[in-house]
């Protein structure tokens, strides 16, 4: 079990892409969060093995349609043992 903090900056607001991460992440059987942050990026906090987080990251660096991805930041961190994923719905600083 890994923990990854990821940060995607670009055009990653208002093209569902916490919506698609979401599913993705359901899919595959990552947990963790995603929300939107007041600087225009998106920022994940994602828990599972290597080859969920690896599908998923996949998914980071393209978006969903009509997104732009200019970057993927990623930082390993502490495993928080979060029982499932979840779009957070207010913007955080």
């Known amino acids: ?3 990854l903090n990821i940060s995607i900056r670009g055009k990653v607001q208002r093209v569902f ?3 698609t991460t979401k599913a993705v ?3 595959v059987g ?3 969060f ?4 007041k600087d225009g990026s ?3 906090e994602a828990e599972g093995d290597e080859f969920s987080l690896d599908s998923l990251l996949e998914f980071c660096k ?9 970057s993927v930041e990623i930082e390993e961190g502490e495993v ?3 029982s499932n994923f979840e779009v957070v719905k207010r913007v955080q600083s």
């Open 1 to 3: 079990m890994k923990h």
């Open 17 to 19: 892409f916490r919506l």
């Open 34 to 37: 995603v929300v939107n942050l």
């Open 80 to 82: 928080k043992g979060f």
């Open 30 to 32: 990552v947990k963790g």
């Open 25 to 27: 992440a359901d899919q």
């Open 42 to 44: 998106v920022y994940i």
């Open 62 to 70: 393209e978006g969903p349609e009509g997104a732009v991805v200019e």
